[in-house]
């Protein structure tokens, strides 16, 4: 009887781990959205249907993003195009474009109403950044407290925006709205913006929003200056059948994308709308200061605010002179002291005012002579010099 209460006792303590909440089993890399107090967020676009007042029935759904613009703007000058089945397409993408646009303002309208944090994300197509990005904010019209994201499909220039003009999508929208946006891509466009963070300085620093639908990512998370994402997409239609789905919210269809944040709805909502650099890392094999030779040449270095004064040509040359007292004399007149000049490697302009003669002209050689004589007045040299002078 004791042994078959203990059995039992250990079996019922495997089985509390086992069903027990997985905040404590599961990492922000592996299935974070069992963890129940991690929040969700959703994102669709225009041809997804869903019930909102249903969605909000979830307390760990946090935020909706939506689809905004899409690479160029539309043309509306169709009347413009002479052929006929152009100008006709032409107009069908212009309502289009009117129609989704409608809708997009009424679900943001309602979604905020009803709680939600809302955001928007632009579609990167080839073509001018800059006059997307100015498209996207004409479209989503984007207030402070909603979320910005480039979406950049995969590292494919030729059907979508570059990485380089992504990286100055980003810095036209901070200078357009003074926060950036998110970057929304895959496993593998990250990987490759993040071993290069040297070469996209902004675009690896943005927050990412990481498109991956596996349990565990962990061995696939691209790092570099991303520690941890803001927002992983772990469910879309891909991976989410009408029998099995890793997590369907209520008022949803199974075409709806769901992320995950590695936060509670508190800790999102207060971050929210994620509009700051994530910091920078320097690469583990990047040089840094005092691993590089110093260069073994005697190099004249100054700073540039300041004239120089290299005065080590003219010290050389009195020392030709052959009496040693008349060297001193001229050598203290035209070389400056030790706190004027630095005699190994560089040479500045003290701060105090010296006054240095540009010129070597007869009349301030004679006064450095004159001062010479009273060292060299027991040299043979002296009678010379007095003439010299009473001459001048």
């Known amino acids: 009887m004791t042994i078959?209460?203990?059995?039992?006792?250990?079996?019922?303590?495997?089985?509390?781990?086992?069903?027990?909440?997985?905040?404590?089993?599961?990492?922000?890399?592996?299935?974070?959205?069992?963890?129940?107090?991690?929040?969700?967020?959703?994102?669709?676009?225009?041809?997804?249907?869903?019930?909102?007042?249903?969605?909000?029935?979830?307390?760990?759904?946090?935020?909706?993003?939506?689809?905004?613009?899409?690479?160029?703007?539309?043309?509306?000058?169709?009347k413009r195009i002479t052929d006929a089945m152009q100008q006709e397409l032409c107009m069908r993408i212009w309502r289009n474009y009117a129609v989704s646009r409608e809708l997009y303002q009424t679900r943001r309208t309602l979604a905020k109403a009803l709680g939600l944090k809302w955001g928007a994300y632009h579609l990167g197509r080839p073509g001018n950044p800059i006059e997307q990005a100015n498209h996207f904010i004409d479209y989503a019209e984007p207030s402070d407290d909603e979320l910005i994201a480039i979406d950049i499909e995969d590292n494919d220039p030729e059907r979508f925006m570059s990485l380089q003009d992504a990286q100055i999508f980003a810095e036209h929208i901070k200078l357009r709205t003074g926060r950036y946006p998110v970057l929304y891509t895959n496993g593998t466009t990250a990987k490759y913006i993040a071993d290069r963070r040297l070469e996209f300085p902004t675009l690896s620093r943005l927050q990412l929003w990481y498109a991956r639908y596996e349990s565990n990512i962990a061995p696939h998370f691209p790092k570099g200056n991303w520690q941890d994402y803001a927002l992983w997409q772990f469910t879309s239609q891909s991976n989410c059948t009408k029998q099995r789905c890793p997590y369907r919210p209520a008022g949803t269809n199974r075409d709806i994308d769901v992320n995950v944040a590695d936060m509670t709805v508190a800790q999102l909502k207060n971050a929210w709308p994620l509009g700051e650099l994530v910091r920078a890392l320097p690469p583990e094999n990047l040089p840094m200061p005092g691993?590089?030779?110093?260069?073994?040449?005697?190099?004249?270095?100054?700073?540039?605010?300041?004239?120089?004064?290299?005065?080590?040509?003219?010290?050389?040359?009195?020392?030709?002179?052959?009496?040693?007292?008349?060297?001193?004399?001229?050598?203290?007149?035209?070389?400056?002291?030790?706190?004027?000049?630095?005699?190994?490697?560089?040479?500045?302009?003290?701060?105090?005012?010296?006054?240095?003669?540009e010129k070597l002209q007869v009349r301030t050689v004679t006064q450095g002579l004159k001062q010479s004589i009273q060292w060299a007045s027991w040299s043979p040299l002296a009678a010379p010099i007095r003439h010299c002078v009473a001459s001048r």
């Open 4 to 78: 078959r209460r203990s059995t039992f006792a250990f079996a019922a303590i495997l089985l509390g781990l086992c069903f027990s909440n997985g905040a404590d089993a599961a990492s922000e890399f592996t299935t974070p959205w069992s963890n129940k107090a991690r929040a969700i967020v959703l994102d669709g676009y225009e041809h997804n249907s869903f019930n909102l007042a249903e969605i909000v029935k979830d307390p760990r759904i946090a935020a909706f993003i939506h689809k905004g613009s899409d690479g160029l703007p539309a043309n509306y000058h169709c």
């Open 291 to 357: 691993n590089r030779p110093y260069p073994q040449d005697d190099i004249l270095m100054a700073a540039a605010e300041a004239p120089i004064v290299d005065y080590r040509a003219l010290w050389g040359l009195a020392q030709t002179a052959t009496t040693k007292h008349l060297i001193t004399g001229i050598s203290q007149f035209f070389a400056p002291t030790d706190a004027d000049i630095d005699m190994t490697m560089t040479a500045s302009v003290p701060q105090q005012r010296v006054i240095i003669p």
